[in-house]
């Protein structure tokens, strides 16, 4: 059984809480703070019960060394605005800064400790590097409490290994999380309608494979299209491509089922991405142009094939919604979502920032998880160490 935060007793003791607060930036400052907002509930709960919580987090992939670049000073301060009170972040992640940080901790006070990853040791894949560093976040603490959901699929050192050295909880962001999501494996309402869109395509092309056995139709759009248009025969420009995908979306288009792989038949393109966009057919992207968003045509069509849903989990932007040219094909997604009567999952960081920067309220859909990589695994059936361990007594 997972306990939750309800089953400690943490009044006094030292909390190391795991976040995920990996948040889009933008000149210093925090552009989206889904992910920020969403650790808020867990955090307060142990303030306000007495614990001495100390925060830890990683900031984008700074490869294993310091990177002003990627301080999580900007998320501090975003969370002290949040909070109302200044949080503090220590220099460093388990050296003498936390260190003297943690000790001049009182009850129902917090500090945030450094960006995880600029620690080799907290992603490596040798077992013993990752337990020496997950000893070194134990050493701070007297409890564990995971709720960075968003990070549960990798298997490092504060998610996994120092759930193995310290008494450890669910927070409340995990335990609601795996609640929304657990209605994606098993007994789903059916049509069940999945749409794909999104730049970090290599993640999905992963769980294609399953998620053809689960779903009655999959919408596919934004960069993670490119691969299936070019192995169906059509020329993509200049358009995003990772070529080594090709083969395998050959592939997905042969063991789907007639129709079940809906893809763009319109697309948005431009020379660049800061030009105007023109609408051509799928098929006709001009040798120097890149596809940036569905086209209305194909925006038309996915809404339709949404609004009968009983089920929907959609993960990844349709296009490049941050510009307002190349973002009618994902707001015409969230809408055809928002107008149907489905329950829908919507996964990603990168996708709750699109439909909060669209303007559309979060209790407009049933679920939207902070997870991309890691919600797209759990509704694979696939084990997350950083859920499993906590499974562990
Ligand atoms: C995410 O943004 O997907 C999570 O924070 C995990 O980050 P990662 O993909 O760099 O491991
Ligand atoms: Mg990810």
Same mark, same amino acid.
């Given at each position: 059984?997972?306990?939750?935060?309800?089953?400690?007793?943490?009044?006094?003791?030292?909390?190391?809480?795991?976040?995920?607060?990996?948040?889009?930036?933008?000149?210093?400052?925090?552009?989206?703070?889904?992910?920020?907002? =969403?650790?808020?509930?867990? &955090?307060?709960? !142990? $303030?306000?019960?007495?614990? @001495?919580?100390? #925060?830890? *987090?990683?900031? +984008?992939?700074?490869?294993?060394?310091?990177?002003?670049?990627?301080?999580?000073?900007?998320?501090?301060?975003?969370?002290?605005?949040?909070?109302?009170?200044?949080?503090?972040?220590?220099?460093?992640?388990?050296?003498?800064?936390?260190?003297?940080?943690?000790?001049?901790?009182?009850?129902?006070?917090?500090?945030?400790?450094?960006?995880?990853?600029?620690?080799?040791?907290?992603?490596?894949?040798?077992?013993?590097?990752?337990?020496?560093?997950?000893?070194?976040?134990?050493?701070?603490?007297?409890?564990?409490?995971?709720?960075?959901?968003?990070?549960?699929?990798?298997?490092?050192?504060?998610?996994?290994?120092?759930?193995?050295?310290?008494?450890?909880?669910?927070?409340?962001?995990?335990? =609601?999380?795996?609640?929304? &999501?657990?209605? !994606? $494996?098993?007994?789903?309402? @059916?049509?069940? #309608?999945? *749409?794909?869109? +999104?730049?970090?395509?290599?993640?999905?092309?992963?769980?294609?494979?399953?998620?053809?056995?689960?779903?009655?139709?999959?919408?596919?759009?934004?960069?993670?299209?490119?691969?299936?248009?070019?192995?169906?025969?059509?020329?993509?420009?200049?358009?995003?491509?990772?070529?080594?995908?090709?083969?395998?979306?050959?592939?997905?288009?042969?063991?789907?089922?007639?129709?079940?792989?809906?893809?763009?038949?319109?697309?948005?393109?431009?020379?660049?991405?800061?030009?105007?966009?023109?609408?051509?057919?799928?098929?006709?992207?001009?040798?120097?142009?890149?596809?940036?968003?569905?086209?209305?045509?194909?925006?038309?069509?996915?809404?339709?094939?949404?609004?009968?849903?009983?089920?929907?989990?959609?993960?990844?932007?349709?296009?490049?919604?941050?510009?307002?040219?190349?973002?009618?094909?994902?707001?015409?997604?969230?809408?055809?979502?928002?107008?149907?009567?489905?329950?829908?999952?919507?996964?990603?960081?990168?996708?709750?920032?699109?439909?909060?920067?669209?303007?559309?309220?979060?209790?407009?859909?049933?679920?939207?998880?902070?997870?991309?990589?890691?919600?797209?695994?759990?509704?694979?059936?696939?084990?997350?160490?950083?859920?499993?361990?906590?499974?562990?007594?």
């Amino acid at each position: 059984m997972m306990k939750t935060i309800d089953d400690l007793a943490v009044d006094g003791l030292r909390v190391l809480l795991r976040a995920d607060l990996n948040v889009p930036l933008d000149g210093g400052r925090v552009a989206d703070d889904g992910r920020i907002r =969403a650790s808020l509930p867990t &955090l307060t709960a !142990l $303030t306000d019960r007495g614990a @001495r919580v100390i #925060v830890c *987090a990683h900031l +984008g992939r700074p490869g294993g060394k310091p990177d002003p670049a990627y301080s999580l000073a900007p998320v501090a301060a975003r969370l002290g605005e949040l909070l109302g009170h200044p949080v503090e972040l220590a220099a460093d992640t388990t050296g003498p800064a936390a260190c003297a940080a943690v000790a001049a901790l009182r009850p129902g006070g917090g500090v945030m400790l450094e960006n995880l990853r600029f620690n080799a040791a907290e992603t490596s894949k040798d077992d013993a590097q990752r337990g020496l560093f997950a000893g070194q976040l134990a050493d701070l603490a007297d409890l564990y409490v995971s709720d960075g959901f968003g990070a549960v699929h990798r298997k490092h050192a504060s998610v996994y290994d120092v759930a193995l050295r310290l008494p450890h909880a669910a927070g409340y962001l995990v335990k =609601a999380e795996v609640g929304a &999501l657990g209605r !994606l $494996t098993a007994n789903i309402r @059916r049509p069940y #309608v999945v *749409a794909l869109g +999104g730049a970090k395509v290599a993640d999905k092309f992963d769980a294609f494979g399953s998620l053809i056995t689960a779903a009655d139709r999959i919408l596919v759009g934004g960069a993670m299209a490119f691969p299936f248009l070019v192995a169906r025969g059509d020329k993509i420009g200049t358009s995003l491509l990772e070529a080594s995908q090709v083969a395998a979306a050959a592939d997905l288009l042969k063991r789907a089922t007639p129709g079940q792989i809906e893809l763009p038949s319109d697309i948005v393109v431009a020379a660049e991405p800061g030009g105007s966009g023109a609408v051509v057919a799928a098929d006709a992207i001009p040798a120097d142009q890149m596809g940036l968003d569905i086209g209305p045509q194909t925006a038309a069509r996915f809404a339709a094939a949404l609004f009968p849903a009983q089920t929907v989990f959609w993960n990844g932007p349709m296009g490049m919604f941050e510009r307002k040219p190349y973002s009618g094909g994902t707001r015409a997604v969230a809408q055809a979502l928002a107008d149907g009567e489905a329950f829908t999952v919507v996964g990603g960081g990168d996708t709750g920032a699109a439909i909060r920067a669209l303007g559309f309220a979060e209790d407009t859909f049933g679920h939207v998880s902070t997870g991309g990589g890691a919600s797209l695994e759990f509704i694979q059936g696939k084990t997350l160490p950083g859920l499993a361990v906590l499974e562990q007594s």
